[in-house]
Nanobody, 120 residues
Framework: QVQLVESGGGLVQPGGSLSLSCAAS????????MGWYRQVPGKERELVAS???????NYADSVKGRFTIARDYAKNTVYVQMNSLKPEDTAAYYC??????????????WGQGTQVTVSS
């Protein structure tokens, strides 16, 4: 069993900053990719940023230059630093990972989600 537990999020004014973190735990053999998705009601979940085992990062065009993703490989933790936040960044943010378990299977795993609200 694998768990992804997020922390961070909350309410911030436009132009402000927030940091999210997500720790993976459980029967983990290896983590191929970790990242963050976000979703607003009525819309599809979209990839915000991801980072591979090799450190290759990928960002949505809408957050490039404002968000930075990083991993602590020893702690199975992924972070995203969000700067210059805009009202359109308001969403539920979900941690995601492609994880190989000790049983050998590879699956997508998700956190429970954390709300980020950008408003004055």
């Amino acid at each position: 069993q694998v768990q992804l537990v997020e922390s961070g999020g909350g309410l911030v004014q436009p132009g402000g900053s927030l940091s999210l973190s997500c720790a993976a735990s459980g029967n983990i053999l290896s983590i191929n990719v970790m990242g963050w998705y976000r979703q607003v009601p009525g819309k599809e979940r979209e990839l915000v940023a991801s980072i591979t085992n090799g450190g290759t990062t990928n960002y949505a065009d809408s957050v490039k230059g404002r968000f930075t993703i990083a991993r602590d490989y020893a702690k199975n933790t992924v972070y995203v630093q969000m700067n210059s936040l805009k009202p359109e960044d308001t969403a539920a943010y979900y941690c995601w990972g492609i994880i190989r378990t000790l049983k050998g299977g590879v699956s997508d795993y998700w956190g429970q989600g954390t709300q980020v609200t950008v408003s004055s």
